[in-house]
């Protein structure tokens, strides 16, 4: 059964960092399409960056490229999202999120999805 487990949300002052975690079970990273998602209220889901499962290759929104960096640690099962210079604009709940067929490029369709962390960026 796959498990996806977020943390590392809370609230920071614009242009502050952090990391998210996203720790999986039920399933090994190195097969499927991993990565995450973000919502705000009143807004459409948006991904935010993915691993592919094919090449591993990775995917970032322009809206996030040079500020977010996805990474990952197999022995662990676990994927992260370092988020830097935050913008009030990045303020949402993120989703870790995969998915056994989809690639990358749906990433906000994928079948499986955690509980959310909200990141607040206000000063």
């Known amino acids: 059964q796959v498990q996806l487990v977020e943390s590392g949300g809370g609230l920071v002052q614009p242009g502050g960092s952090l990391r998210l975690s996203c720790a999986a079970s039920?399933?090994?990273?190195?097969?499927?399409?991993i990565g995450w998602f973000r919502q705000a209220p009143g807004k459409e889901r948006e991904g935010v960056s993915c691993f592919s499962s094919s090449d591993g290759s990775t995917y970032y929104a322009d809206s996030v490229k040079g500020r977010f960096t996805i990474s990952r640690d197999n022995a662990k099962n676990t994927v992260y999202l370092q988020m830097n210079s935050l913008k009030p604009e990045d303020t949402a709940v993120y989703y870790c999120?995969?998915?056994?067929?989809?690639?990358?490029?749906?990433?906000?369709?994928?079948?499986?999805w955690g509980q959310g962390t909200q990141v607040t960026v206000s000063s």
């Open positions: 999120a995969t998915d056994t067929v989809l690639g990358c490029d749906v990433l906000i369709d994928f079948g499986s």
């Open positions: 039920g399933f090994t990273l190195d097969y499927y399409a």
